[in-house]
């Protein structure tokens, strides 16, 4: 982290800091604002009130927290990997998995819709949960392992020596080392697959007990009429929760990115 110290460098971060906050503010004032036009309030209340709002949220969570759970251990196993492991063409592999950081997710719905298929698990979980955790981990990983390359190598031989073996290295020292990480993952990973709409629209469908929050705007959207304060309030109520658990993350989430970045 940096330390500005002139009173007037101070001004003039703040004022640029507000410029460019205020193209993602407005937006949500707005949205806010139209939410509670009309009848106010009772649009919250109607939302609320639709047959099956918990069943949205329900879907999300356990969405949100399978892929989490994937991502993470699966972020740490590949970043002790490619960080402190001997293996052949290593190198290749990781630049090979951060080449999928350059494919938009739009572009691989018809082969995930084959795959899905064939696999025998389309209009489940599973069929936006795997998607979700495989379009990640290629930042997760390249942001952690130059979290793991700061861990001392003399630490892991010294637990080598002391008859640890690769397994006994990553589980007791490895995660506990890489817990500010752990935080960053989750938000990342939170953030992303709660505001999924693409992969659950097309691999999970429309169906009942299948919808998830992200759709729950849809449900006041007619084929002649949208009802937009409903929709606003929709909208409000499906982003809630990811705000406020990015809120009460914040200061361990800016450590953890910055740990990662600076190391």
Not at 53 to 67: D, G, Q, V
Not at 68 to 76: G, P, S
Not at 110 to 118: D, E, M, T, Y
Request: aromatic share 12%; proline share 5%; hydrophobic share 55%.
């Amino acid at each position: 982290m940096f330390e500005i110290r002139g009173r007037l460098a101070r001004v003039a971060l703040t004022a640029l800091l507000a410029v460019m906050v205020i193209p993602f503010v407005i937006p949500l004032i707005t949205m806010v604002q139209g939410s509670l036009q009309g009848l106010g309030w009772n649009n919250y209340r109607t939302v609320i009130e639709l047959p099956g709002f918990f069943l949205y949220f329900r879907n999300s969570i356990i969405i949100s927290a399978a892929t989490i759970a994937i991502v993470y251990f699966l972020t740490l196993t590949a970043s002790f990997g490619f960080s402190k492991l001997r293996i052949r063409s290593k190198e290749l592999y990781f630049w090979l998995m951060m080449g999928a950081l350059t494919m938009p997710e739009v572009v691989l719905l018809a082969p995930l819709v084959i795959q899905v298929s064939k696999a025998g698990i389309a209009g489940t979980f599973w069929a936006v949960i795997i998607p979700l955790a495989a379009l990640q981990i290629p930042f997760t990983v390249l942001l952690t392992r130059s979290y793991v390359d700061g861990i001392p190598d003399a630490l892991l031989e010294a637990a080598r020596m002391d008859g640890a073996g690769t397994w006994r290295q990553f589980w007791h020292l490895v995660v506990p080392l890489a817990k500010p990480m752990a935080v960053a993952i989750v938000v990342l990973v939170l953030i992303n697959s709660w505001n999924s709409y693409l992969l659950p629209l097309v691999l999970l469908g429309q169906s009942e007990g299948h919808m998830v929050v992200t759709q729950l705007p849809n449900s006041f959207k007619t084929q002649y009429t949208d009802d937009q304060t409903k929709i606003l309030a929709g909208a409000v109520l499906a982003a809630l929760p990811e705000i406020v658990a990015y809120i009460s993350l914040q200061r361990y989430f800016e450590r953890g990115m910055a740990a990662g970045s600076i190391k």
